[in-house]
DNA sequence: TTGTAGGCGTTATCAA
DNA sequence: TTGATAACGCCTACAA
């Protein structure tokens, strides 16, 4: 069916434009029996409103945009639900994208929003390291009004509201549950050294053994890349008897530990406890249950998405939002 | 900063506002030391054009809408992906919705999406039982000329493009994969089994069992609800010696029993194999690692997109394409 | 209670 | 190569 706009009502109604406009829009200055006439009218008529002409008119944009690196992290997923439930109740849009942790597609998808189709952009960055291209082209957004939050992976040289995890009371706090679990010989697997994060965690990791009084030892910090082999690593380790604790950064890599232990006729927890520090999505279904670290992402997505409408609507100080939102650890049967 | 309009650049650079737009769109009717100018003063200007007034002007929609029951399903995850990686192909935006498996919540997206703000539709259905009323505000937006392709869970009562994956014969072949391992003592474990989806795979379990001249037996078809404990189910069920296998119909429950079988300490494959329907995040990870059933949810978000996209610019024919995507068996550890 | 008229910012046609 | 003008569809002072 054709589409049909205003003009076209006011012929078949023998109405003004301005009364069909402001019938459709249900103003109490035109009368009930006008206004339902002219409904019927645009009924029959297969009328909807023009989106753009409305926009350019009233001069508001209900849509955000949000970059994460990987929509098949579980994690990022729970922050984009926590986003839209968030968007949802104030009428806003989201608008998704992925980098795929490249910043160069990163940095192709912020130039892209340039277009003025959003109102404001969350990112979790593709590297938290900083890049010179990449802050220009965020500044370049924040110079035409489009506020920007930065959440989980953020970087500290670039200025805008902020929420993340506090990374280093979070692994400190972890370790702190093992060794009151008695364990002190606590190895830590990280395939997210060279991240801010994870260096975060490593710092700890490194003092939460201190206040514990034990000793540091190199060997138990193992720092490796996604396409290595760890499992001989892990299997080194227990077969000489130097650990009684595991904890890892992701999900992937503390299932396959966790399923690696048992395999080895090792048990969980008593001859060694697992730790996995990010939500999984099978913690809960596997046996023994996997203990981890909460990081609440439905929640730090609301508290992001609040922010910047809060933003947007100038309802914030002029200093930029800095927060650290807090962890809380899921006791289950692994520890 | 202010926000300047082609009006502000007129005069800044003293040339008319036709000459300064055609610069700024890199016309090449405008001479190269002009539009350079223009240029210039435009970025001195901070300009950025206006998103509603150039759409308004153009009357072209770059945005697709998707609705999927649950952005945490890592299925739906892929399958988002691959529509993202489409799309951002022909510069087309993606704006999400989730239904949180409520056809209340999901009505509710179908009419916000009459404002005309997306140019096409994709969605998995809520439930994939046909609701007159969800079908009547899908109508709704295909009168307006907005086409909707259904993926995955489709309604067969709603005429529209679709694609999905061939659930019969994806479970056919994955008890013929057990049969072929020497299993016939075969547990079909449902918490679908009242969805569409749900029913085709039952048919395709006794048809395969039947081809495999294996007796069905009703003991060994277990539809329940996700509330239900399922556990004991399972562990009378191999007591008494009565399964060498089970497929399972989704992640959560795959792993649960996978673990439970181990824990009983039966040995997997031997004792019994685990099959999972739907990929899971973990399949690959767990030890002894899972077969599935691929659903290859990438490819199909992409084909899905991809349909919509030729639908959008009138490339498809008058019939609407009713498509089943083929989906194949990743064999690992588990049987 | 209804109508007139102008403008939101951009683009496209046509004329200069 | 540049400029004047109208139009995209909607909304809203203001007038009637």
């Not at 109740?89 to 998704?96: D, E, F, I, P, R």
């Not at 938290?128 to 965020?138: C, F, G, P, S, V």
């Not at 910090?221 to 950064?249: Q, V």
Request: proline share 3%.
């Amino acid at each position: 069916m054709k589409k049909s706009t205003i003009k076209d009502i006011s012929k078949a109604s023998g109405f003004s434009n301005s009364t069909v406009s402001k019938a459709l829009n249900n103003n109490k200055e035109i009368s009930k029996r006008t206004r339902d006439k002219i409904k019927n009218i645009a009924n029959s008529l297969n009328y909807k409103p023009n989106f753009f002409a409305s926009r350019l008119r009233k001069n508001v944009v209900n849509n955000i945009g949000i970059i994460v690196p990987d929509i098949l992290n579980y994690y990022f997923a729970k922050v984009i639900k926590g986003v839209q439930l968030e968007l949802y109740k104030s009428g806003y849009n989201l608008t998704c994208f992925f980098s795929d942790e490249s910043p160069a597609i990163e940095k192709k998808i912020i130039k892209k929003l340039r277009d003025g189709s959003i109102a404001g952009l969350l990112i979790s960055l593709a590297k938290d390291i900083h890049d010179e291209n990449t802050a220009k082209n965020l500044k370049d957004l924040q110079s035409y009004d489009i506020p920007i939050v930065m959440f989980d992976r953020i970087s500290n040289e670039f200025d805008c509201d902020k929420v993340y995890m506090d990374n280093f009371k979070a692994t400190f706090d972890s370790i702190n549950h093992l060794c009151k679990r008695g364990k002190n010989k606590i190895a830590f697997l990280s395939p997210i050294h060279d991240t801010l994060i994870g260096k975060e965690r490593y710092n700890g990791y490194v003092e939460a053994l201190k206040s514990n009084k034990i000793n540091y030892k190199s060997e138990l910090y193992i720092p490796y890349n996604k396409e290595d082999d760890i499992e001989s690593e892990i299997i080194k380790l227990t077969s000489d008897n130097k650990i009684d604790a595991i904890i890892c950064m992701e999900p992937e890599n503390t299932v396959s530990t966790h399923s690696l232990i048992l395999n080895l006729g090792y048990k969980i927890p008593n001859d060694i406890a697992v730790l996995g520090f990010t939500d999984g999505p099978m913690y809960k279904f596997i046996k023994p249950s996997i203990t981890s670290v909460n990081q609440h992402g439905e929640y730090l997505g609301k508290y992001s998405a609040k922010i910047l409408l809060d933003r947007i609507n100038n309802k914030l100080g002029e200093n930029f939002i800095d927060e650290k939102v807090p962890t809380s650890l899921i006791i289950r049967d692994s520890t």
